[in-house]
């Protein structure tokens, strides 16, 4: 049914972040989301925010959304530039790709259409 309610979802327009059940390291029993706080994957703490930050699966997540919802993200403006093009430079430095989620999802947050 969450399939389905995704799959909606992206058919009527809405930008949609979803973490599948998929195979993860070490055990292939736990979901994508499970293995972004499992600490499988490498993370570093931030001195300026306080927070552990996972580089990898930041820059991971922005490919996906450019891959899924390009088109949509174009016609969303941040600092002057489609989300689209910030998402791609964003997710080319992976030093970067944890501030360039932050400010993705807050101006995801801030549409109102």
């Not at 009527?12 to 390291?25: D, F, L, R």
């Amino acid at each position: 049914m969450l399939l389905q309610a995704v799959a909606q979802a992206i058919a009527s327009g809405y930008i949609v972040i979803y973490a599948p059940k998929g195979v993860c390291n070490p055990s292939p029993v736990l979901t994508l989301a499970q293995s972004w706080t499992n600490s499988s994957s490498p993370y570093a703490y931030n001195t300026d925010s306080k927070v552990f930050h996972q580089p990898a699966i930041a820059t991971s997540i922005l490919d996906n959304l450019v891959k899924v919802h390009g088109t949509k993200l174009a016609q969303v403006k941040i600092g002057g530039e489609d989300l689209s093009s910030y998402i791609k430079k964003a997710a080319r430095d992976e030093t970067k790709s944890v501030q360039g989620l932050e400010k993705v999802m807050e101006a995801l947050g801030e549409q109102t259409q």
